[in-house]
């Protein structure tokens, strides 16, 4: 059983626009969740994350849009460079601290100039 | 990323055993070995913190862990089967509510 679910699988935007890619999960226990970006060639690096008592978290271009109710999340980049052209892995876990993470399995943007 | 430095980058073997090696520089408690298939997330095979055994994932028992120190990790393979194909990542996280920093993994084909 796939608890965190992640769409669409991949998705392709012109520089400048809003890149919005999709998460959503099982488990209501879930409390923590990160999002991962990987580039090829390289290992996954946190990009954002947001706690589930919050609905919004923004750091610079990146932000999640996160709705408990719905048990879904979403995160939008905004002004799409280029070089953000990479996988991007949504991630949960349960008791913020508790050891183990689940991914989802991933979304590849490519951001076109 | 030098902060976890992961070797050999990149492996090639037939039915063979060989072992992975994980240094890292950050001073981190917990340590983890990912298995990440092409076009898959990564899955967690092993983790170890403050050097103990926390929590061996279902792996085939030719996976074997070593975590000597703190700083680092072993990953010892035996007779390395065609679906072990993949790359395998370290992390490491300094406490259970700190993020992971990831490795640049290891590439391992087997023919």
């Known amino acids: 059983q796939q608890q965190v679910r992640q769409s669409p699988q991949s998705l392709t935007v012109w520089e400048g626009e809003t890149a919005i890619l999709n998460c959503s999960y099982e488990n209501s226990a879930f409390d923590y969740f990160p999002w991962y970006q990987q580039f090829p060639g390289e290992g996954p690096a946190l990009l954002i994350s947001i706690l589930s008592v919050s609905d919004k978290k923004e750091d610079g271009r990146f932000t999640i849009f996160f709705n408990k109710r719905e048990k879904k999340l979403s995160l939008h980049i905004a002004d799409s460079q280029p070089g953000d052209s990479a996988t991007y892995f949504c991630a949960a876990s349960s008791n913020y601290g508790n050891e183990k993470i689940t991914f989802g399995a991933g979304t590849k943007l490519t951001i076109k100039p | 990323n030098t902060k976890i430095t992961q070797s050999p980058r990149y492996l090639i073997l037939g039915r063979a055993n060989k072992s992975l090696e994980c240094e890292q520089h950050?001073?981190?408690?917990?340590m983890y070995w990912y298995k990440q298939s092409a076009e898959k997330p990564p899955e967690l095979m092993f983790l170890y913190n403050l050097k103990q055994l926390i929590r061996n994932e279902t792996v085939p028992s030719r996976f074997i862990p070593e975590c000597p120190d703190s700083s680092k990790l072993l990953l010892h393979i035996s007779a390395v089967d065609p679906e072990d194909s993949a790359v395998y990542f370290c992390?490491?996280?300094?406490?259970?509510?700190?993020?992971?920093?990831f490795g640049s993994g290891t590439r391992l084909l087997v023919i």
């Open positions: 992390a490491s996280r300094r406490d259970s509510y700190s993020d992971y920093t």
């Open positions: 950050l001073g981190h408690n917990a």
